[in-house]
């Protein structure tokens, strides 16, 4: 399976600015510059678009890490913080913390934690990001 996306930037670095889409329609034209992205003006940004990838697909796969162990969830809520740093003369995305709270009947706390560890590892977004993953779990 291939996804699609495409950006159109242009102008300069700080002056400049662009739109992404999605080959799905999820974005179309989206906004972002360089305001959005290192001065915390209102919009979007890519590692703002890599969080809610990353978010989505731990909660994919720790779903279905559980479907495989005999649990369904009631719920899982995933939230991804990245963090760009200045890094080698440059910048780079060093980490994502995963915040997760669950619902999930009849599991115990052992489990629970097997099943996020395994999802957190083995989720295809964790897998390509070259940072440190680090990850809060809760059992609600």
């Not at 700080?14 to 001065?39: C, D, H, I, Q, W």
């Not at 979007?44 to 697909?57: Q, R, V």
């Not at 489990?111 to 957190?120: C, I, P, V, Y």
Request: contains cysteine.
């Amino acid at each position: 399976m291939k996804q699609k996306a495409s950006a159109v930037w242009q102008g300069s670095l700080k002056e400049g600015a662009g739109t992404m889409s999605t080959g799905s329609g999820a974005l179309v034209n989206k906004p972002y510059s360089f305001k959005t992205r290192f001065e915390g003006e209102q919009g979007t940004n890519p590692e703002e678009l890599i969080g809610a990838a990353h978010a989505g697909c731990f909660s994919m796969a720790f779903s279905m890490i559980l479907g495989m162990a005999g649990f369904t969830p009631d719920k899982i809520e995933t939230t991804a913080t990245v963090t760009l740093e200045q890094k080698d003369g440059g910048f780079a995305v060093t980490a994502s913390h995963l915040e997760v709270t669950a619902s999930i009947p009849g599991i115990d706390q052992a489990a629970f934690e097997k099943a996020a560890d395994d999802a957190k590892a083995g989720c295809p977004i964790s897998k390509l990001l070259n940072a440190t993953i680090t990850m809060d779990a809760r059992l609600a």
